[in-house]
């Protein structure tokens, strides 16, 4: 159910998709309940190289752990064997990728609403545009740098143009994920269309400005259009010929080389050659350094999960500010609860993604996000309907608003 609220929260647009297939590819969820069965999961991912979506990486696997990972059909024939031999508890999550994807298309076709589909980048590009002629006002559009593969970069500044205080909002960094993109065009619909209307709303336009990148990963979220639905980096070449792309959630420069430093070309979470490497993380990056003094937060939304997190992700220490963090993330997750209740897990990524248990099991700590870091970085993972995740900026921006936090330099030298 969970996994199916991703792929349902926002229905989907017009054409099929095309490109890579994966038929009776199939999506398997399963608790270990002891060490026993985690390590019964590792040795299955030894054996065959799974491809977990959740967690990232077989090492964070522990007991009560759910785990999700999606097999080919000939591996899924043989895991069910095993798992059945196992006495495992498993569940077939979707027994066929391919129409998973599929039903996504077909879904919500008529649609002329935003908010109501998925869209490619050539509508994503178009609307932009269109909401910067629409609320002159309210809206302008900057090209903050090129992709790889040349195409635009654009962030549309929301809000007051003057504003002294910003909130950089990126969605799409990760190219599969894309009810990701689709919240950022809903934040942005929303925002303009509530403002004057509702008060929390109007206020938060007239005093800051919303820096909101709606597609970081263009190259790569055309591609999972286009080829493989779940592409997860950029596009371009590596030092190794036959592997495309670096994670450009793992190319910033931030902690690196450090603890969750992957140099392997072919890995879906490749770092790059060297920080901001790639143009797309330097275009960002070089926006972020020129525009420190006003912006106040970084906001980056993924998927799939019901997290909340903030810095640190790459040391254990406590950041500056970390007993106000909580104190925003654990009113927005009460928030939320109290409107929808959904449960939301808060807290710094070091201590929320990298359990005591992984910690003490591993010499060589592997985290999955050092983009996370200042000015004032939080992360947001969803698998829920749009609005929820709008509430929980919502609450994020007023409290931010209000509290005059300095961007921490220190992290965007
Ligand atoms: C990365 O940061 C380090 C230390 O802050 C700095 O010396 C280096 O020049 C930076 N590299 C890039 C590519 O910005
Ligand atoms: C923000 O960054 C952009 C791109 O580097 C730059 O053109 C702009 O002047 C900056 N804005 C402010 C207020 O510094
Ligand atoms: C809230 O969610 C919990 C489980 O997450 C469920 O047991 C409960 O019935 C839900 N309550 C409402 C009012 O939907
Ligand atoms: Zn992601």
Redesign the pocket.
Known sequence: MKLILVLCCVAVSGSAPRGRRFDNEKLFRVTPENDNEVKFIKYLDNLMKLDFWKPKYAHNITPKTEVYFHADAQQSNVIVELLEQEKMKYRIVFHDLQKAVENQFNKGQKSKKVATRYHEWKEIAVWAYSISLKYPNLASLVQIGETYEGRPMLVLKIGNQKAKKGIFLECGIHAREWISPAFCQWFVTEALRTYGKDKVMTKLLDSMTFHVLPVFNVDGYVYTWTNDRFWRKNRAPTVKDECTGTDLNRNF?VSWNGIDFDKTPCSSSYAGS???SEPETEAVSSYIRSNLSSLKAYISVHSFSQLLLFPYGYKEEEAPDHKELEQIAKSAVKALESLYNTTYTYGSIFSTIWTHHTLLARNQIQFPAPLLTGPMTLALSTHSCLNYVMRVIMVFCFLSMTSNRPARRQCW?
């Open positions: 420069n060297a920080p901001e030298p």
